[in-house]
């Protein structure tokens, strides 16, 4: 089972930039595709950012591509969302999920293909 922790979240004004991580222990971090989510006030909890096993493919949402970049380092157990040109909207809850896949191809972007979530961490984005 992998647990998951995510850090750097907190407060930046619009047009800044975060970078959040998410810290994997207890798998083979190298057998699990990455998922970045988000879930604001009053609203659904949605997908941003999947990356492959290998960090050879990604996929975005329309809504942040071109401003954030997921990557992963399988040395260190951690998955990355760099995150630019910061937008009020993109103020959320951001959790990074894992699934265990035996293809390296895959990403998912529902969360229900997720089995193992962090506990979120807040990004608050002001006017």
């Known amino acids: 089972q992998v647990q998951l922790v995510e850090s750097g979240g907190g407060l930046v004004q619009s047009g800044g930039s975060l970078r959040l991580s998410c810290a994997a222990s207890g798998g083979t971090f190298s057998m699990y595709v990455m998922g970045w989510f988000r879930q604001a006030p009053g609203k659904e909890r949605e997908f941003v950012a999947g990356i492959t096993r290998s960090g050879v493919s990604t996929y975005y949402a329309q809504s942040v591509k071109g401003r954030f970049t997921i990557s992963r380092d399988n040395a260190k157990s951690a998955v990355y969302l760099q995150m630019n040109s910061l937008k009020p909207e993109d103020t959320a809850v951001y959790y990074c999920?894992?699934?265990?896949?035996?293809?390296?191809?895959?990403?998912?972007?529902?969360?229900?293909?997720?089995?193992?979530w962090g506990q979120g961490t807040q990004v608050t984005v002001s006017s």
């Open positions: 999920a894992a699934r265990e896949v035996s293809l390296n191809y895959i990403v998912y972007t529902t969360g229900a293909d997720y089995p193992y």
